[in-house]
Antibody
Framework: EVQLVQSGAEVKKPGESLRISCKAS????????IGWVRQMPGKGLEWMGV????????RYSPSFQGQVTISADRSINTTYLQWSSLKASDTAMYYC????????????????WGQGTLVTVSS | SYVLTQPPSVSVAPGQTAKITCGGN??????VHWYQQRPGQAPVVVIY???DRPSGIPERFSGSNSGNTATLTISRVEDGDEADYYC?????????????FGGGTKLTVL
């Protein structure tokens, strides 16, 4: 069974750093892009970025470029999302998800998703 | 960047058919994927590649895509279908690609 298991909820203060994780199992980790998606309280889904663990190729949404860093550790099938200096506006649920691909004209979607990591930033 | 537009809410009585739309410029030329997010849960894909259903998703869920509108249709709606639904496309250019989500539609079962 393909599974993505994320690290637990975090409560941080503004200005602190944070790294959350997403551990994959049940498939060949290095062969699929893994993405991160933000969901602010009561709001919709926002794609943040993706990483291809096979070669660590990383792409970011322009909205999140420079705000977060995505990385992966192939030795433990784990992807990370990190902040160097959190803001209150980073308070949100964060999901990781594996990207699947299909088609001569390529399309990609996310399946499955992790259970989510709630990050709360408050002074 | 590519924009997807969904109605904020759709209401339907149990047993009826719900249609949730997703608008985008020439969206019919792209493949559209749909996610269901029940309250307090992670999203789950219910339709991918316009009209394919993952295993475990009831046949009541179907999708279509043409012109400037993609549609998720839920037949014989049940109480358990009450959730937020998001459409998504993959948008690529020569040097950049992105996963684009619609704003989401809250399906209320009356």
């Amino acid at each position: 069974e393909v599974q993505l298991v994320q690290s637990g909820a975090e409560v941080k203060k503004p200005g602190e750093s944070l790294r959350i994780s997403c551990k994959a199992s049940g498939y060949t980790f290095i062969s699929y892009w893994i993405g991160w998606v933000r969901q602010m309280p009561g709001k919709g889904l926002e794609w943040m970025g993706v990483i291809y663990p096979g070669d660590s190729d990383t792409r970011y949404s322009p909205s999140f470029q420079g705000q977060v860093t995505i990385s992966a550790d192939r030795s433990i099938n784990t992807t990370y999302l990190q902040w160097s200096s959190l803001k209150a506006s980073d308070t949100a649920m964060y999901y990781c998800a594996r990207s699947l691909v299909r088609g001569v004209v390529i399309t990609r979607w996310f399946d499955p998703w992790g259970q989510g990591t709630l990050v709360t930033v408050s002074s | 960047s590519y924009v997807l537009t969904q109605p904020p809410s759709v209401s339907v009585a149990p047993g009826q058919t719900a249609k949730i739309t997703c608008g985008g410029n020439n969206i019919g030329r792209k493949s559209v994927h749909w996610y269901q997010q029940r309250p307090g849960q992670a999203p789950v894909v219910v339709i991918y590649y316009d009209s394919d259903r993952p295993s475990g998703i009831p046949e009541r869920f179907s999708g279509s895509n043409s012109g400037n509108t993609a549609t998720l249709t839920i037949s014989r709606v049940e109480d358990g279908d009450e959730a937020d639904y998001y459409c998504q496309v993959w948008d690529s250019t020569s040097d950049h690609f992105s996963w684009v989500f619609g704003g989401g539609t809250k399906l209320t079962v009356l």
